[in-house]
């Protein structure tokens, strides 16, 4: 099974400013990415697929890149809403691993 | 609206079975991969099964493979997954969740899970 790794786990940061998460898989998987974001108590809710689509509805400040084995979520200008714990996820092969997330908390 | 509701959970004794259901409204069923994903208490995310939009393709986590069965009625917008030999390790809340295309692209709509507890 391909394996996601996500950096980093944790990641304590201020309202303004701009975040970087980084997913690397174990094998290439193209641009076969999505990324989730999960608050408390919530089901994930679903941000960007293909590595780089925006999901109709989610904030144009979101922006993922990356293709082959290293993406990046980023997060241009962090707003209070934003801190919660992030997700990737491949779905190149079943079966569709997902990273182990990066909490994302308020500094 | 696309709903997502889960059933069939509950608190099972280690090496039993249990059979999740996932009943889907707002959205032609039959066009879409859906999913099951789980989440134990304070962790991440686990990828259990999917299944395609015609049942062609299906997959499983190694975690699961030979224990549970997933599939899907079309004429009933339904989803199961018949989980058998449980142990404590499957306990979670189980997701049903809806991809956005026929094959896998992103799970786009997720129901609020049905807890299940494996008791050893």
């Known amino acids: 099974d391909i394996q996601l790794t996500q950096s980093p786990s944790f990641l304590s940061a201020s309202v303004g400013d701009r975040v970087t998460i980084t997913c690397r898989a174990s094998q290439g998987i193209r641009t076969y990415l999505a990324w989730y974001q999960q608050k408390p108590g919530k089901a994930p809710k679903f941000l960007i697929y293909?590595?780089?689509t925006l999901q109709s509805g989610v904030p144009s400040r979101f922006s993922g890149s990356g293709s082959g084995t290293e993406f990046t979520l980023t997060i241009s200008s962090l707003q209070p809403e934003d801190f919660a714990t992030y997700y990737c996820?491949?779905?190149?092969?079943?079966?569709?691993?997902f990273g182990q997330g990066t909490k994302l908390e308020i500094k | 609206e696309v709903q997502l509701v889960e059933s069939g959970g509950g608190l099972v004794q280690s090496g039993r079975s249990l059979r999740l259901s996932c009943t889907a409204s707002g959205f032609t069923f039959n066009n879409y991969a859906m999913y099951w994903v789980r989440q134990a208490p304070g962790k991440g995310l686990e990828w259990v099964s999917g299944i395609s939009w015609n049942s062609g393709n299906i997959g499983y986590a190694d975690s699961v493979k030979g224990r549970f069965t997933i599939s899907r009625d079309n004429t009933k917008n339904s989803l199961y997954l018949q989980m058998n030999s449980l142990r404590a390790e499957d306990t979670a809340l189980y997701y049903c969740a809806k991809d956005r295309g026929p094959y896998g692209s992103g799970l786009d709509h997720w129901g609020q899970g049905t807890l299940v507890t494996v008791s050893s």
């Open positions: 293909d590595a780089s």
């Open positions: 996820q491949q779905l190149n092969s079943y079966s569709y691993t």
